[in-house]
């Protein structure tokens, strides 16, 4: 094994063979005099010159894993392939060894297989490779090939991260260069993220199975088409069609429709007999003036009145249309506004008529939110604007903005400068004290788009305009694990104080106990991420942090109300820290070590609840609380995959009357693949394929139920015990919900390690985010009632009944042909890069027969590379075909496949 774990040094250094400054070429066979010492330039030519290839080998356990490996243990090979190239390495040998190679690579490298590298891991997923003494030097054209074995799997395509970099380990005053070929290009047809750099897959039982029970199938084309059988063009109701689905909704077929071409008047609204304003609808108008609807005093009348009904909640109206004007009623500003919302869902493509109708509406969830991580990768406030408007658009009200994690901390605060100087950027600095060491492929540079943050104004500009579209802000810095760069910061910080004399100071903030001997590892191999919560110092740090976030909302004039600790995947620390051992031996609160974890999220909790402020979590770390040592509205996102029981903990936590919003992976993490398809983006540890259909089929009201209807990442049945159980003692360890006890709402997720630009952003979140909206919004009559006495659910059992399903299956109908004939054309108009769905298809007798998950969208195909076709019925092709979606403003193409034979 010649693979060490440093824990100091991160970087991405590629000193390599020394480059000629000055050369004696006599003849093209002469030799070449080497340069004992790298340049920047010729640093820079071999960085650019080189080619870098990346390729799977094998994930079959049995042959990626070492010898003496344990029944269980799974591995993969991948190898790297280095060919120097011209201009460089056709004028000299390089075989100076002064280089370095610095790499992200998700899964930590266990084994080099290859004589000449070394491959050291240096923090998190930083690698670095070195030449050995045997290592002979590159030449021109000759490719060298570094083999090694991996931890776990690479599944996809997308696993290795761009931007390998080269260091000069004999001028270190030199600059770093980023290998060009491992850049990521954007083909300009998808707007997607390509990796030339990646060898494709060619073998699914080598490469893209995750063990020998695997049985999910590659998302061929065939297999698409086979997936879309049941679907078809369906255009009878589409013009007065509303997503999400209204509570009920009344056509009023025989009389005239509302025309809307000459906008909405807009000038009588009194606003003074309805609990709103015109600044607080003035954002859904907007929306609609994109799609065509202005405001004008000769367009149709619209009027706003309150709503008085028994039972009010909040988002509820009714909506009445007719040729003569449009009423409203509602009795806060969300209602208008989403009925304003869906009029611009009913709207049509080529027409601003619509149908006169009776809507009476309101939300089956209160909570139905999107989450979005800006901390491992940085994403701009006009990015989180757009998505405002968007989460409005489907009467999403709440964005959980989740500012700092282990990669970076987002979020300007008052007097504590290094956490944005240093924690918001990553670049080549082993020290730390200028930034974070580079993670997640984001290069030597600290001026890269995946480094940045809010400043306070920014964050106020963001609360403003959510609030402008009903839609409350939930921040979130997670802590004690996943705080690295804040960590890293506020050591800079005692650093440099310290210096001057400032001691007391310098304490003040102090996030570890140096004298803390704990070897720990979080899940994404950090060592060092987990503040102490036995200083007193990381309390008043947590205590500063959300009073400065308060006060931001108080100068936005927008109260803080939840506040998201994280406390999720704490990684074992502590356990060799004196603070700690002295804090347990003189607490009488807690008892161990291990309960440092739940005594730290308690006391966070309570100290966010004397502030007026409700806390909320992730399930796992707040599963390990004492109940009654939390606030009683505690807020949990329930994280948990249900195929491996993750409705226990759910039904436990709502059972504590907690707030519980379900996140669960298999269906709301929007950074895993829609499709099983290597080349799709994402990660995928609890799911290969979460297609927008997925998500509508989630029965959110009856979790066990989905075992009847759903089966694990591998595509294999699992059974779903939902009765009480109990341990040896006869105590109660998990069970069903207690009646008139339920989950709170829905949010969607989506975790930024694989996504870098604004493109990939969205079209990770859309359209799978209208799926949240119509979960969140709308109880299907198709759902399972839930069983409170308990049940047993799996493929065979029969609560989800031949009925239900036909019901489902109908209602996925109408509203996949609602989304390919009017939501993508108008995301089109709000410039929102949505996923086009791969398209099904099959050759058979010699004819291309093609489908596609919502229909109403063009499909092209070509035969033998020629040119692009509009597919209109099946057709004789010959030879290799591909096809592909276009998008309704014809200006995008989807990603396409190739057709068996």
């Given at each position: 094994?010649?693979v060490?774990f440093?824990?100091t040094?991160?970087v ?38 080189l ?9 079959v356990?049995?042959e ?11 591995c993969?090979?991948?190898?790297i392939d ?12 390089l075989?100076?060894?002064?280089w ?26 930083l690698h ?5 003494d ?32 080269i260091?000069a ?7 770093p260069a980023?290998i060009?070929?491992?850049?990521l290009v ?5 707007q997607?993220?390509q990796?030339p ?7 699914a039982?080598k ?7 695997d049985?999910?199938p ?5 297999v ?18 509303i997503l999400?689905?209204p509570?009920?909704?009344v ?6 429709k509302?025309d ?5 008047d807009?000038?009588k609204?009194d606003?003074s ?11 859904a108008?907007e929306?609609l003036?994109?799609l ?13 009145a ?20 449009i ?13 304003l919302?869906?009029?611009?869902s009913?709207l049509g493509t080529?027409s ?5 109708m009776t ?8 909570f139905r939110?999107?989450?979005i991580?800006?901390?491992r ?12 408007d ?13 500012m ?6 987002r979020?300007e ?9 240093i924690?918001?950027k990553?670049?080549?600095?082993l020290?730390?004290q200028h930034c ?6 984001s290069?030597?540079f600290a001026?890269?788009?995946?480094n940045?943050y809010?400043?306070?104004?920014d ?14 802000v939930i921040?979130s810095?997670d ?5 690295r760069a ?10 440099r ?9 310098a304490n003040?903030?102090?996030?570890d ?8 590892s979080s ?7 987990t503040l102490?919560v036995c200083l007193?110092?990381t ?5 500063k942090?959300?009073?400065e976030i ?11 109300q939840?506040y ?8 074992g ?10 804090f ?9 070590l291990?309960?440092l ?6 006391r ?6 004397d502030?007026g402020?409700q ?5 796992d ?10 606030p ?9 995959v249900?195929a491996?029981d993750?409705?226990?903990r ?8 907690w707030?519980?919003v379900?996140s669960?992976?298999?269906a709301?993490?929007?950074d ?20 927008t ?8 009201g ?14 294999n ?7 009480v ?7 109660r ?10 989950v ?6 989506l ?9 990939q952003?969205?079209?990770?979140i859309?359209?799978?985010?209208l799926m949240v ?6 109880q299907?009559?198709?759902?399972v009632?839930y069983q409170?006495?308990?049940a047993v659910y799996?493929?065979?059992t ?5 009925k239900?399903?036909?019901?489902q299956a ?11 004939h009017?939501t ?11 996923r ?5 298809a099959?050759?058979q ?9 919502f229909?109403?969208?063009t ?8 040119d692009?076709?509009?597919?209109q ?9 591909e096809?592909?979606?276009v998008?309704p ?6 990603r396409?496949l190739t057709v068996?034979?």
């Amino acid at each position: 094994m010649r693979v060490s774990f440093a824990i100091t040094a991160l970087v991405i250094a590629l000193g390599s063979a020394s480059c000629s400054q000055s050369i004696d070429k006599q003849s093209s066979n002469s030799a070449v005099e080497t340069v004992a010492q790298w340049s920047q330039s010729s640093l820079n030519q071999f960085a650019d010159t080189l080619s870098v290839t990346y390729r799977i080998v094998t994930n079959v356990p049995s042959e990626a894993c070492a010898s003496d490996a344990k029944a269980d243990e799974r591995c993969f090979i991948a190898e790297i392939d280095l060919t120097p190239a011209d201009p460089l390495t056709d004028l000299v040998e390089l075989t100076n060894k002064h280089w370095q190679i610095y790499f992200s690579q998700m899964r930590p490298v266990l084994d080099v297989l290859t004589d000449d590298f070394d491959i050291e891991r240096i923090k998190g997923d930083l690698h670095r490779i070195t030449p050995t003494d045997s290592f002979s030097g590159f030449e021109a054209g000759k490719t060298v090939t570094l083999r090694f074995r991996g931890e776990l799997w690479q599944l996809s395509e997308t696993d290795p991260m761009p931007n390998y970099y080269i260091v000069a380990t004999d001028n270190t005053e030199l600059t770093p260069a980023v290998i060009s070929s491992t850049r990521l290009v954007t083909d300009p047809l998808t707007q997607l993220e390509q990796r030339p750099y990646v060898e494709a897959f060619t073998s699914a039982s080598k490469q893209y199975q995750r063990t020998a029970t695997d049985n999910l199938p590659w998302a061929t084309a065939g297999v698409l088409f086979e997936q879309n059988a049941q679907l078809s063009m369906q255009k009878s109701h589409l013009d007065n069609s509303i997503l999400p689905t209204p509570l009920k909704q009344v056509t009023h077929a025989n009389q005239a429709k509302a025309d809307l071409s000459l906008g909405l008047d807009t000038s009588k609204v009194d606003f003074s007999a309805v609990n709103t304003s015109a600044k607080q609808i003035q954002a859904a108008l907007e929306r609609l003036t994109v799609l065509g609807v202005s405001q004008s005093a000769e367009g149709i009348p619209l009027v706003l009145a309150a709503l008085n009904e028994a039972d009010m909640i909040n988002g509820q109206y009714k909506l009445d249309v007719s040729s003569q004007r449009i009423m409203i009623q509602a009795n806060d500003p969300s209602g208008f506004s989403y009925a304003l919302a869906s009029i611009q869902s009913v709207l049509g493509t080529d027409s601003l008529a619509i149908a006169a109708m009776t809507v009476e509406d309101k939300p089956r969830y209160d909570f139905r939110g999107m989450h979005i991580d800006v901390g491992r990768n940085f994403h701009s406030k006009a990015s989180i604007f757009k998505l405002i408007d968007q989460m409005a658009s489907f009467k999403l009200n709440k964005l959980h903005l989740h500012m700092a994690d282990d990669e970076g901390w987002r979020l300007e605060i008052d007097g504590l400068p290094e956490l944005t100087d240093i924690g918001s950027k990553r670049c080549h600095d082993l020290s730390e004290q200028h930034c974070l060491l580079p993670q997640l492929g984001s290069g030597p540079f600290a001026d890269a788009s995946v480094n940045g943050y809010y400043t306070k104004q920014d964050y106020i500009d963001i609360l403003h305009y959510a609030d402008d579209r009903q839609i409350t802000v939930i921040p979130s810095m997670d802590m004690p694990g996943h705080s690295r760069a804040a960590m890293v910061a506020m050591q800079a910080r005692y650093n440099r104080l310290m210096a001057i004399g400032e001691v007391e100071n310098a304490n003040r903030y102090v996030l570890d106990d140096p004298q803390d001997k704990t070897v720990y590892s979080s899940v994404q191999y950090y060592d060092d991420n987990t503040l102490n919560v036995c200083l007193e110092s990381t309390y008043a740090f947590v205590d500063k942090v959300i009073d400065e976030i308060a006060k931001l909302h108080q100068q936005a004039g927008i109260p803080l109300q939840t506040y998201h600790i994280g406390a999720d995947e704490t990684a074992g620390a502590w356990l060799e820290s004196p603070a700690c051992q002295q804090f347990v031996a003189q607490s009488d609160q807690i008892n161990s070590l291990a309960e440092l974890g739940p005594y730290f999220i308690e006391r966070v909790a309570n100290m966010l609840a004397d502030k007026g402020i409700q806390p909320a979590g992730w399930s796992d770390g707040m599963s390990h609380t004492r109940v009654e040592n939390m606030p009683g509205n505690s807020q949990s996102n329930a994280w948990d995959v249900l195929a491996h029981d993750g409705y226990k903990r759910i039904h436990q936590q709502a059972n504590n009357g907690w707030l519980t919003v379900l996140s669960n992976p298999e269906a709301l993490y929007f950074d895993f693949p829609y499709e099983a398809d290597p080349k799709e983006h994402g990660y995928y540890w609890a799911a290969r394929a979460l297609n927008t259909q997925k998500l509508f089929s989630f029965m959110t009201g009856n979790l066990p139920a989905n075992a009847e209807q759903w089966r694990n990442i591998e595509n294999n049945p699992f059974v779903a015990d939902d009765r009480v159980q109990t341990n040896e003692q006869g105590q109660r360890v998990s069970g069903p919900l207690e009646k008139q006890r339920s989950v709170a709402g829905i949010q969607g997720q989506l975790w930024s390690e694989t996504i870098r630009s604004p493109q990939q952003l969205e079209y990770m979140i859309f359209p799978r985010i209208l799926m949240v909206a119509e979960r969140g919004w709308h109880q299907p009559e198709w759902e399972v009632p839930y069983q409170y006495a308990g049940a047993v659910y799996d493929q065979n059992t029969t609560n989800f009944t031949d009925k239900m399903r036909q019901q489902q299956a109908s209602q996925w109908q109408s509203i996949a042909n609602h989304i390919g004939h009017k939501t993508l054309a108008k995301l089109d108009k709000f410039a929102i890069n949505y996923r086009l769905p791969t398209v099904g298809a099959k050759v058979q007798a010699g004819q291309l027969h093609t489908n596609i998950a919502f229909p109403g969208l063009t499909v092209e195909y070509r035969q033998l590379e020629g040119d692009w076709l509009v597919y209109q019925q099946p057709i004789a092709v010959k030879g290799s075909v591909e096809v592909r979606a276009v998008s309704p403003n014809g200006q995008r193409r989807g990603r396409s496949l190739t057709v068996s034979h």
